[in-house]
């Protein structure tokens, strides 16, 4: 691999014939990334297994349905997304004719994340592709399989000129933040976001930040207790929690309390009915010992605080396997309330009424996603008229990710931007105004030097136009 500076130079010039691809070029691109990322689905399988433990049904639901489900609704669309749009004239332009023409950035970086280490990769790519744009790729080192696989498919597909994987420590990220990208791509923490949009600034860079953060599950009296267990259950335990959308804790109404933890509990033993070390090939491991020991000690922390464990916990240091673990007793001043979990934790607060929990998540940080459980409309308007949040899912959870025809993004502190479908295809452009006048511009009896009468027709133009 040729070094950074000059693959990012030969993007910068690639980038401007790019620039004019045609939609059926653009297309190709993509059915030839498709193809060969589905053609090499056993590589897939086995690099998530031996960096993440994952299943093979959960690697086929997470990561490889969700590159082919971007990657084919791109290719439907892209005519569409690409056309020029005529827009109106007001009256007192008349004489002219606007559009507005989306154009590619130019060069982008995407800086993934490990835990879905390949989607988290493709799926920008896709959108950067989709636009016309190059694009450079900095995997997670904590995921060196899916780093190496990741590698391999785009050596595969593109040259480097338009694409190139760059594998690395923290040094390479940071050589790459220094480069003149037009636009960066970053999965990840809000500590780490923060510093890539300082990056950003230094040359005046778009920035399209996925920042996670604790994203609430209100459980209200008027919900399905049953039907909300097993949804909470499964979103938030699939990847070991290690998911930016995972539900982080739970403000449940103190009505339905009692009720929700024993379906909670009655789903976790039909999930994993021999623990943690038995269910290994069912459940994805911690991604490495550093984020094990910050689990263990968030637990410990959690129940020293008041919380008391009700399920799971159980921890096999040598597999980085952590049973899925339920709290109760938690209070908003428990450490475990503090810091996103990202992490197979799920904390139950007990509350006296929905105002409450509307309350306490105003008084916190914007997060990513917030999940309701009701089968009241005023319930489901009151919490979306009275709350910011990313996006918002009523009696379900995460799934808003799957559709393409939604935004996903947070605000503040969980995000900058948003992407998927479309979304990422505007986030990589450029929404250009082109403008098209003509000789007949009545501006021109307002020359300088102005009078008495210039002023009345520019009173005019101010009170009728």
Not at 234 to 253: R, S
Not at 265 to 272: D, G, S, V
């Amino acid at each position: 691999m040729q070094p950074i500076e000059t693959i990012f130079k030969s993007q910068q010039a690639r980038s401007l014939d790019l620039r004019n691809s045609s939609a059926k070029e653009r297309i190709l691109k993509l059915q030839l990334l498709l193809k060969n990322f589905l053609e090499m689905e056993d590589e897939v399988l086995s690099a998530l297994s031996s960096d993440l433990g994952k299943s093979k049904t959960e690697a086929l639901l997470a990561e490889i349905y969700g590159v082919k489900s971007e990657a084919k609704f791109a290719i439907k669309n892209i005519h569409r997304w690409m056309k020029t749009k005529r827009v109106a004239s007001p009256l007192a332009i008349s004489f002219s004719k606007s559009w507005v023409k989306p154009e590619p950035k130019g060069n982008i970086l995407i800086i993934s994340p490990w835990n879905y280490p390949i989607m988290l990769c493709l799926n920008p790519l896709i959108a950067a592709i989709s636009s016309g744009n190059t694009a450079i790729i900095k995997p997670s080192e904590l995921t060196p399989a899916s780093g190496e696989f990741m590698k391999k498919l785009i050596e595969k597909t593109f040259s480097s000129d338009e694409v190139a994987v760059f594998l690395g420590e923290k040094d390479v990220a940071e050589k790459l933040l220094d480069l003149p990208f037009n636009h960066i791509m970053f999965t990840g923490s809000p500590r780490v976001g923060k510093l890539v949009m300082k990056a950003a600034s230094k040359h005046l860079a778009g920035v399209t930040l996925e920042l996670g953060g604790k994203s609430p599950v209100i459980v209200d009296k008027g919900a399905n207790i049953n039907d909300a267990a097993w949804k909470i259950s499964f979103f938030k335990f699939a990847n070991a929690g290690q998911t930016c959308t995972a539900p982080d804790y739970i403000l449940c109404d103190e009505v339905v309390h009692n009720d929700l933890v024993a379906a909670l509990q009655k789903n976790m033993a039909q999930f994993f009915p021999e623990g943690v070390d038995a269910a290994t090939k069912d459940y994805c491991s911690i991604a490495n010992e550093h984020h094990f020991n910050r689990l263990k000690g968030a637990l410990e922390g959690a129940v020293s605080g008041g919380a008391e464990i009700v399920c799971g916990g159980e921890t096999s240091k040598s597999g980085l396997y952590f049973s899925p673990a339920i709290l109760t007793g938690v209070g908003y001043n428990n450490p475990i309330m503090q810091e996103e979990i990202f992490g197979p934790i799920l904390p139950i607060v007990k509350v006296k009424n929905l105002d409450e929990s509307i309350g306490y998540v105003n008084s916190n940080e914007k997060p990513l996603a917030l999940y309701l459980f009701s089968n009241k409309t005023s319930v489901h308007k009151k919490v979306l008229k009275n709350t910011s949040s990313g996006g918002m899912v009523i009696n379900d959870c995460v799934l808003h990710h799957m559709n393409p025809n939604l935004p996903f993004g947070g605000i503040n502190n969980s995000g900058v931007g948003s992407y998927h479908g479309k979304f990422g295809f505007d986030a990589f452009s450029h929404q250009k105004a082109v403008l098209k006048s003509s000789s007949l511009s009545p501006f021109k009896i307002m020359l300088p030097p102005y009078n008495n009468t210039k002023e009345t027709l520019a009173n005019l133009i101010k009170k009728y136009f």
